[in-house]
């Protein structure tokens, strides 16, 4: 009996985290939701059994209780679009039904992290461009009831880590059962607390992840954006996991007044405001959790880059050359539109295709920032933002290989002002091997007008090459 209870407190699967509004906005509130909705004490409900996909019967469940399969499973019975349809707007992490493993209907879901379903999309190899298979689109969480992985991942382990792929679930990085909350603002690593034996700390009123959650009511705290693992954190179905080092980053997207995080892109972009714990821990640190390796803690540098800056000391600030002048790679991304373009003004210079993290640790600050209704468009302005992980790559899964915000396959971006086309004798080789429809739902449905005629790399935005 102990041994159940403990896995009751200690295990299950949470809805995935990336979108969280609406019903499961509700439903998470900034910490451990709803037990039932995760879990089943005993499989059974009116004399069915209530296991929502692989087949589970009555009075017989699965492990930890929970409503599917596997951790995965159970969070996609929420946080998956069980429907075609349009672009959904709150919590939905998945297009799960009308996609097939060939080019052509493309996922739906436009969240900053990215839709799973391009873990289904393969796309075979055109003229000179490389295969771009769905298992390289991203992290390949297990989920069962709905197909995935869709083919072996292309590692075993996490690239630069350890981590396990096999063991690689949305719990991998959320914690369903996350106490963690922010207590005061700015936030540094002492206000980002548990509740633990022994301690008191106010009770977590609502989400940190929203303009809508914050500040919190009095006498109260919000939970850490999208209830990602802390310090110390180890899922609970795979204890040989090496523990969190690093505490969850601060970051804040869209809702209410200010937009809504999951729309689609061809009007306005979606903000998410991504800021530092203490001005020493950002999203870069925290991917470092699952892979060191490929962190770097140590740009910028001035002998020359061995892996790509990131991290809260690979700052825009630093000095760039450009077509012979010495400027900074702020300068430069605020100046940038595109290939040839440098004339734009910080006003409206940011795009959510090249993020950056701001060096704020207040909460109210970034609350400013983060809309997708084009209320705030100003890019870099203090010369201390820095590069990101997420400044190249989405959380979940892109069209693109290595889950990237853009082709990276490719020369040009765009062809004669379209987006490439396998099916276009001109264009084919620049295609990432996508029919023209997918290729505009991976830019996330934005006009190839909006750049050159023969667009180059956005690596540009922040080098300025082009």
Request: charged share 5%; net charge neutral; glycine share 12%.
């Amino acid at each position: 009996m102990k041994a159940l209870k403990l896995s009751l407190v200690v295990m299950g699967a949470a809805l995935v985290t990336i979108g969280l509004s609406g019903m499961a906005y509700a439903f998470h509130s900034g910490g451990v939701a709803d037990c039932d909705g995760c879990h089943t004490m005993h499989n059974s409900l009116g004399g069915k059994a209530v296991a929502l996909k692989g087949g589970s019967t009555q009075f017989t469940g699965y492990n930890y209780l929970l409503q599917g399969s596997d951790q995965s499973s159970t969070c996609l019975n929420c946080h998956g679009k069980t429907n075609a349809g349009a672009i959904a707007s709150g919590n939905y992490a998945f297009t799960t039904v009308g996609l097939t493993v060939t080019p052509g209907t493309p996922p739906i879901q436009r969240t900053p992290g990215g839709d799973f379903g391009w873990l289904y999309k393969n796309y075979p190899a055109v003229g000179h461009a490389p295969a771009s298979p769905g298992n390289q689109h991203g992290h390949n969480i297990t989920a069962q009831d709905y197909n995935l992985p869709n083919g072996n991942p292309p590692t075993t382990a996490a690239p630069g880590g350890t981590y396990l792929t096999a063991n690689l679930y949305c719990t991998s990085c959320h914690n369903p059962h996350s106490s963690a909350r922010i207590v005061s603002n700015p936030v540094t690593t002492t206000s980002i607390v548990n509740s633990a034996l022994g301690t008191a700390v106010p009770p977590i009123s609502g989400s940190g992840s929203y303009t809508t959650s914050w500040p919190p009511a009095a006498g109260t705290a919000v939970g850490v954006y999208r209830l990602l693992g802390g310090v110390g954190y180890v899922p609970y179905s795979y204890q040989a996991a090496p523990p969190f080092i690093n505490p969850p980053p601060l970051a804040i997207a869209p809702a209410g007044t200010s937009g809504t995080y999951n729309q689609t892109e061809a009007t306005h972009e979606v903000r998410v405001a991504y800021g530092t714990v203490g001005g020493a821990y950002g999203m870069a640190e925290w991917c470092q959790n699952c892979h060191p390796q490929i962190y770097n803690n140590n740009s910028p540098v001035t002998t020359g880059h061995l892996i790509h800056p990131n991290g809260v000391n690979a700052v825009l600030s630093v000095t760039a050359n450009i077509s012979g002048t010495l400027t900074t790679i702020e300068a430069i991304y605020n100046a940038y539109i595109n290939s040839g373009n440098l004339t734009n003004t910080v006003a409206t210079s940011y795009t959510s295709l090249v993020p950056y993290e701001e060096a704020t640790n207040d909460m109210t600050v970034l609350s400013a920032h983060a809309n997708s209704n084009g209320s705030y468009l100003q890019g870099t302005t203090l010369g201390t933002e820095h590069v990101t992980c997420l400044s190249c790559h989405r959380a979940h899964a892109s069209g693109f290989n290595q889950g990237t915000r853009w082709n990276n396959n490719a020369e040009f971006l765009t062809v004669a002002g379209l987006w490439p086309d396998s099916g276009t004798t001109a264009s084919s080789g620049y295609s990432n091997g996508m029919p023209q429809g997918d290729y505009q739902a991976a830019m996330y449905d934005r006009p190839a007008t909006i750049y050159a005629t023969y667009q180059r790399s956005l690596c540009n935005k922040c080098h300025g090459k082009d």
